[in-house]
């Protein structure tokens, strides 16, 4: 008590703190003045350009994220479409393939088939000319043969009957004849 | 306080209102004194710190714009946006401007070498509130027309009649002189009782540590006391400049106001 009483009457004695001085609050008004066209000029736009530039490339950076998620989702949807159109298609193809492969072998089986048929009937053809050849040179050799064998045996037996000669005779004239046509 | 004295006997003298009295420091003028030269260190450091930090306005703030904005942005979201509301943008500036000016000259009170808290001369205070009781007056009358503004004081509506005869001199009271008294009144009180007490223990130490042995000894406890009073100070330096704004903001808000 003693104490605040001693502080009031030094306070008193001196300058009240609680009663201002002009010179003061005229210079708190300039000084405050001055700070406040400073900061309105200088600051307070700028802070608030800085946040609105980092909300919008925030808010940007989010938008062009999504797009981006957005785009990378369709990308894959479409690769999957393309991967499972490329394996239908690719099963397709060897479907296909093996029909095709079956079809060349079945073709190529069918050719040799031919060939085969071809080579057999070209070879049958050749023995049966062959065949004829030789049937004719054996109706020749028959033919000298049998005059051969004929001479001998009329030969031996010239003198037993004449109506034998004449039968050779007349055979092999036919004979003759039937070989003369075929050449 | 009175075991202090009684320790010190008669060669103590404590603390004083006289302490807050400084003489000019060249001349005579009254102009020229050490808090005069605070109040314009404070807006040359303020203005020069916040212009600088916030120059390059960059998206991905360095260091220091990053400190400006931390400042800026508490007093836009905590003080601006949520009292004011949508309307804030107009009295960022201001309320801006009060913040750090306060701020900073109650931050001198602790910082090495100033060491006084340029708020604890009154008429600091009371220009500051005198912007403050201007602009929430003004956009009072701006906003809601001289005589609706002046009706909405005296006659508040949704209240029976008789109680206007007790109402009435209140809400005068309350919006042309409690306001603006309370508002540079306990800012000033605050400084400068902060001040006095640091100044009783810092001196109180001092005066000990030059008289006998075990009062040196004691002199460990007023330093140390002294000490984590700054701390406290600092606290309380801060939330002083906060209420300020905040208290600012809340009359312009008021003004702001269609209807209570």
């Known amino acids: 008590m003693n104490k605040s009483f001693s502080i009031l009457a030094a306070a008193e004695s001196a300058h009240s703190p609680v009663v201002p001085q002009p010179a003061e609050i005229i210079v708190g008004l300039v000084a405050f003045t001055i700070l406040f066209l400073l900061l309105r000029a200088k600051a307070v736009p700028k802070f608030e350009a800085a946040y609105k530039a980092r909300t919008d490339a925030i808010q940007g950076g989010m938008e062009r994220a999504e797009k981006a998620q957005l785009e990378a989702e369709n990308a894959l949807r479409s690769y999957t479409a393309q991967l499972a159109e490329a394996r239908g298609e690719a099963q397709k193809l060897r479907e296909e393939a093996r029909v095709e492969g079956a079809e060349i072998i079945e073709q190529m089986r069918t050719t040799a088939q031919e060939e085969a048929a071809r080579i057999t009937a070209a070879a049958r053809a050749a023995i049966e000319a062959e065949r004829q050849q030789a049937l004719n040179s054996l109706v020749s050799e028959v033919g000298s043969i049998a005059t051969a064998l004929a001479s001998k045996i009329v030969g031996e037996s010239l003198d037993d009957q004449v109506r034998q000669s004449r039968v050779v005779e007349r055979f092999l004239s036919d004979l003759e004849s039937n070989s003369e046509a075929k050449k | ?260």
């Open chain 2, 1 to 260: 306080m009175s075991l202090l004295l009684a320790k010190a006997d008669s060669g103590f003298t404590p603390p004083s209102a006289a302490d807050f009295e400084f003489q000019p420091i060249f001349g005579n003028s009254i102009y020229f004194t050490k808090p005069v030269f605070m109040v314009f260190l404070s807006v040359i450091v303020i203005s020069v710190f916040f212009i600088t930090s916030a120059r390059k306005a960059a998206i991905l703030p360095s260091r220091m714009q990053f400190a400006g904005e931390s400042v800026y942005g508490f007093v836009r979201k905590t003080i601006g946006e949520e009292v004011i509301g949508p309307e804030f943008m107009r009295f960022m500036p201001f309320l801006f401007s009060i913040f750090t000016f306060v701020l900073v000259n109650n931050l001198f009170g602790i910082f090495p070498l100033l060491q006084f808290p340029t708020m604890s001369r009154i008429g600091f205070p009371i220009s500051i509130t005198i912007c403050t009781y201007l602009v929430y007056h003004f956009v009072s009358v701006k906003h809601k027309g001289l005589l609706s503004y002046l009706k909405e004081i005296c006659f508040m509506p949704g209240i029976p009649k008789p109680v206007y005869l007790i109402l009435t001199p209140v809400e005068i009271a309350t919006y042309f002189i409690t306001r603006p008294l309370t508002l540079a009144m306990r800012l000033f009180a605050n400084m400068f009782a902060g001040h006095l007490l640091l100044l009783i223990f810092t001196l109180g130490g001092e005066y000990l540590l030059h008289s006998g042995l075990i009062f040196k000894f004691m002199s460990l406890f007023s330093f140390g006391f002294a000490i984590g009073l700054t701390f406290f100070e600092f606290g309380i330096q801060c939330l002083q400049a906060y209420i300020f704004t905040l208290l600012s903001a809340l009359y312009i808000a008021g003004a702001l106001a269609d209807e209570h």
